[in-house]
């Protein structure tokens, strides 16, 4: 192809260590500044909108709280993706699982499955976090052993399991768990919540209505264990070569089916967990609207994250603001336009990651 | 149960996901997948609604939805063909920036109304016995618009130059541009195309079958299911058609199946607790499921499936397949 403009493209392998992070960063404050300009097209004025964004999220310790207590479910889910992601297995399920998650969480205090008078707190929420990821994982399985055995696309797969897994969770909370007709469960009991600051404001009243829970804590943990995997051990080098180069895999006698289940089942339970958090942490109470879309905003922090679990942890308490800001903001669907920007340009970046650009005189074509 | 009226709106809500698989087909024939279906049938849903809504001109609202269909999925065209990118990531991505630029722009639009598609019978099809009432007769004229589609398409795809070109773009680009056909004007062009075909079937919901915005469940995951159905459909533009009618009448029969207190001679549990409506409801997405490993089994026993350069990128001089 004749290439009309004056540039040259050409392929490079050699990238500059400092390059991905350049574009990362510049790709979100494009995406802002692609924003804005929408936004005064449709007629709100961007700095205002911006500036409250921004006081909304880390105006103060409090809503700094919020906004780690809406990163955290993000940082579980885009860990899972980014697990995911790097063997090139599009798990978009991770909404589907997170709700799985908080069923199943939910069930130790609905069904009872313990007795909640006098198991001790800690036991009461080990079993809820073991059991969301429990759920979550094996509700990826079906997605994992659909496209391992049958290679069928699972972000399709995923995508409708979503949609099946929000269903029923309607049917328990709009029936056999709905608290008097309501489309909720009844509050669980204290001994079934994720310890949080507030709990503390007798000892320091500086915490006192502060939301955050230990949840943040799991997510913590868990990147550190995803980093684990992928850096440091001999399971997360077959992941990243599978990914790579799935032939050379397969010739190196690695188990492709195997770690196409295993590792939609360990994304799958980080995105149960995930859901865990939410109801023992957060709402008390399995309802309808306990997710805002963190299964697809996770997707997005993975990958702006470029699948690094501790760039995962930033990003998330980014996309955790955006959250928190975009709860009372109009128009309400700027945190998925400004999401869906940044993705894009993420996206599109990338080319500059992998190609070195020029630019050229055009050669003048003598005449004659 | 009224069957004809079960079959008849099957067929108008089928019709939909009959035009966005259409275009999706087109669109990886060429070897370009574009995942963002559900965002641009979204953006497409919207703007068709805002436009008829603003000017009281329906048809200009569907010419909005196409452009918009067509305008957004260039963003993909550009992130895949040019710049190589992963066409997973730039469709999820695509549907994210369709749903968004909807949310945004068609702020205050839910609970409005606004002009719809006019409804008519076709003469003397409409009289034939039982076919006649259910895909003849006062339906809206998208409907129509599907029945032709659907020939026309496919006899382009398979009897045309263009369309030879096409098919040879997604099986072989290499030997494509030996031949001299230009790799990157056809994905462009059936990229974009693909795209107006997903903002018209947004805008068949919000000016046509379900008149209205209700902000994103307007759609909700009919671009999904659509995708679904082009693999569901070994891309073939007549089996998508039975498959989008199909999945219409299944739907529209999970609905009513609530009404009759008897069923079948036995108590209707559907009609004794109401509750199990949402195992009704998530009958389009299992459907979608089991439709997808059927449609596997099937596709490797008959050897025809998705076409062989779908999803890699081409680029000259490296070595193609």
């Known amino acids: ?368 | 149960m009224n069957w004809t009226e079960i079959f008849r709106s099957g067929i108008s809500t089928g019709t939909v996901l009959l035009i966005a698989a259409i275009g999706e087909i087109l669109t990886e024939r060429s070897g370009i997948q574009n995942l963002g279906v559900e965002g641009m049938m979204l953006l497409g849903a919207m703007a068709g609604f805002r436009v008829a809504f603003n000017t009281g001109n329906v048809w200009l609202g569907l010419l909005a939805a196409i452009a918009a269909g067509g305008i957004l999925s260039l963003a993909h065209a550009v992130v895949t063909i040019h710049f190589q990118a992963d066409q997973t990531v730039s469709g999820l991505s695509l549907t994210f920036l369709g749903t968004g630029l909807a949310l945004v722009l068609g702020e205050g639009l839910t609970g409005q109304t606004g002009p719809v598609i006019p409804r008519a019978s076709i003469p003397l099809l409409s009289q034939i016995p039982y076919l006649g009432p259910v895909a003849f007769a006062d339906h809206n004229l998208l409907v129509y618009f599907g029945y032709l589609l659907v020939p026309v398409v496919a006899y382009f795809i398979n009897k045309t130059r263009p369309g030879l070109h096409l098919r040879a773009v997604g099986e072989n680009p290499a030997a494509a541009d030996t031949l001299g056909v230009n790799i990157y004007r056809t994905r462009y062009l059936y990229t974009f195309i693909g795209g107006c075909f997903a903002g018209l079937a947004g805008a068949a919901i919000s000016v046509a079958i379900a008149p209205g915005w209700n902000s994103n469940l307007t759609v909700n995951g009919q671009g999904w299911i659509a995708v679904a159905l082009v693999i569901f459909a070994h891309w073939n533009p007549w089996r998508a058609a039975m498959g989008g009618y199909l999945f219409g009448i299944l739907r529209r029969l999970a609905l009513d199946i609530q009404g009759p207190a008897l069923l079948l001679g036995v108590a209707n549990p559907f009609f004794y607790n109401t509750n199990l409506v949402f195992f009704l409801q998530m009958t389009p997405y299992i459907l979608t499921v089991i439709a997808l490993i059927w449609g596997s089994s099937a596709a490797r026993k008959k050897r025809i499936g998705a076409p062989a350069a779908l999803g890699t990128p081409y680029q000259r001089g490296e070595r193609g397949l």
């Open chain 1, 1 to 368: 192809m004749k290439i009309p403009y004056p540039v040259l493209i050409k392929r490079t392998e050699d990238t500059a260590k400092w390059l991905p992070i350049v574009t990362s960063v510049g790709a979100v404050l494009l995406a802002f500044i692609i924003s804005a300009i929408i936004l005064a097209a449709t007629g709100a004025d961007p700095f205002k909108v911006y500036s409250y964004l921004y006081k909304a999220s880390f105006g103060s310790w409090g809503a700094f709280s919020d906004v780690i207590v809406k990163a955290t479910p993000l940082l579980l889910i885009g860990l899972g993706c980014s697990l995911a992601f790097r063997m090139r297995l599009w798990n978009i399920g991770a909404e589907g699982q997170f709700f799985v998650g908080a069923f199943f969480a939910s069930a130790v205090v609905m069904v009872p499955l313990v007795n909640l008078d006098t198991t001790p707190r800690w036991a009461i929420v080990s079993l809820m976090a073991a059991l969301g990821m429990l759920g979550g994982s094996l509700y990826a399985f079906i997605a994992g052993f659909l496209k391992a055995k049958l290679n069928i696309n699972e972000i399709i797969i995923t995508l409708m399991l979503n949609y099946i897994a929000v269903l029923w969770n309607n049917y328990w909370i709009f029936g056999k768990w709905s608290e008097a007709g309501f489309q909720m469960t009844k509050t669980f009991p204290k001994v079934a919540w994720l310890p949080r600051l507030a709990d503390y404001a007798k000892q320091v009243p500086a915490f006192s209505g502060m939301t955050l829970h230990v949840g943040i804590l799991f997510g913590l943990i868990a990147a550190v264990i995803v980093y684990l995997i992928v850096y440091r051990s001999k399971w997360g080098y077959k992941i990243t070569l599978i990914g790579d180069n799935r032939r050379a895999a397969r010739y190196a006698g690695i188990n492709i089916t195997a770690n196409t289940i295993l590792v939609f089942m360990v994304s799958g339970a980080l995105a149960g967990l995930a859901g865990m958090t939410e109801v023992s942490g957060v709402v008390h109470r399995l309802q309808e609207r306990i997710s805002t879309s963190y299964g697809f905003s996770g997707v997005i922090v993975a990958w702006l994250a470029k699948l690094h679990p501790f760039a995962v942890i930033v990003v998330s308490i980014l996309f955790g603001a955006l959250l928190v800001a975009s709860r009372e903001i109009q128009p309400s669907g700027l945190s998925f336009l400004i999401q869906g920007i940044t993705l894009f340009l993420v996206i599109s970046s990338d080319v500059l990651l992998k190609y070195e650009i020029k630019w050229v005189r055009p050669a003048k074509e003598t005449a004659q």
